[in-house]
Every structure is written in structure tokens, then in C-alpha cells.
């Protein structure tokens, strides 16, 4: 998505450890308009996959998401990463690692919201390693329901989760591809 890529030039800056900020439009301050294009274009991406619901990770992937399913007019169900007072009954949990917080987590899903008839489209702000989504295609198993594919807003395709994750046979979809990025250098994906 050119307009993406534009974006994350304009607005983005890379902080060290490969970390790459693009809190202005994405995971701090939301550019409302921006992700309901970026929404648009998931939801053309995936068109004919038919997907039910989508499925993502708390909190910065939510956004997004909405974005999607809002232009598909299909439910959000998100991972949590902590165990509240109002979850209950039989979940599905997994554990992800956050290469962003350098941690991992335990997210949780309860099971009434994914069923065996789902077609679950996984959506997340960033995708660097594969970790989050690995995790959210557990629990797309755990639940007997269908993957349609993976999207995400940008993927750090130096870092390999996106490869990775298309050798094991899964439709990933990134809006924009970075290839490498070094101090204030960005290169995407051609």
C-alpha cells in the first residue's frame, strides 16, 4: 500500500533494536481515517476468502482490525493478554512473545466467541518474528475453526515471521513490507 509505505516515511522513525515508531497514525494516537483505508484495502485482500470474524491480539493490533471489519461488517474478537474479572467459562489460551516488549504473554480467548463455523481472518498492527500470529493460529485450532490468512499493517520482512509463515502454507497479506531499516533509512519490499 503506497500510501502506507509514504506514511511510515513521513511520520515513521526508527528507534534502536530495529524498533520501528509510528505512534503518530498507529499504536499512540490514532489516524482514524488512515485505518479505515488501510481497513479497505485488508478487507479487498481478502475478498473472496470470505472470512466471519476476525481475530487479533490487544491492544495496538485492535485499530486496525476495527478498520478491517468494519469494511466487512464481520465481528473483532481479541486475544487478552491478562486474565480480568470478566472473562469466564472455557478459553482457549496460548502463549505469544511480543518482540516489541521483548516478553511473553498469555493471551486468552473464551471460547464462545470462536466457533467451528468460523472462517477467522487474522489482523495485527506489526508483524516482525510470527510469534502473535502463531499463537492466534493456535487458538483459530483450538476453536476447530477455518484460517483464512493472516494481514497486518507492516511487516519487518528482514525479520522473517512473514517467510515463515507463508512456507507453512498461510495467505499473509502486509500492507507495507520494510525490508531493512537503519537509523532513519527505510527500504520497503518491492
Not at 495496538?60 to 473483532?76: D, L, N, T, W
Not at 487478552?80 to 474479572?85: I, L, R, T
Not at 485450532?141 to 525479520?159: D, H, M, R, Y
Amino acid at each position: 500500500m503506497k500510501t502506507l509505505e509514504e506514511k511510515i516515511l513521513r511520520e515513521g522513525t526508527v528507534l534502536p533494536g530495529n524498533i520501528l515508531k509510528v505512534g503518530s497514525f498507529l499504536n499512540h494516537q490514532l489516524d482514524v481515517d488512515f485505518l479505515m483505508e488501510m481497513g479497505k484495502e485488508i478487507a479487498r485482500l481478502f475478498k473472496e476468502d470470505k472470512p466471519t470474524k476476525i481475530l487479533t491480539v490487544e491492544t495496538s493490533g485492535i485499530a486496525v482490525a476495527m478498520g478491517a471489519a468494519a469494511e466487512m461488517h464481520i465481528p473483532v474478537v481479541f486475544a487478552k493478554k491478562h486474565k480480568s474479572g470478566n472473562l469466564s467459562g472455557e478459553m482457549y489460551k496460548t502463549v505469544v512473545h511480543s518482540y516489541t516488549h521483548g516478553t511473553d504473554y498469555t493471551v486468552v480467548v473464551e471460547s464462545q466467541f470462536l466457533s467451528t463455523d468460523d472462517r477467522i481472518l487474522i489482523v495485527d498492527d506489526f508483524l516482525a518474528n510470527g510469534k502473535a500470529i502463531l499463537g492466534l493460529v493456535d487458538i483459530v485450532n483450538q476453536a476447530g475453526a477455518t484460517l483464512v490468512g493472516a494481514s497486518c499493517a507492516i511487516e519487518k520482512g528482514f525479520q522473517k515471521g512473514g517467510d515463515e509463515l507463508r512456507g507453512m502454507g498461510i495467505k499473509v497479506e502486509s500492507l507495507a513490507i520494510v525490508e531493512s531499516m537503519d537509523d532513519n533509512t527505510l527500504t520497503f519490499r518491492k
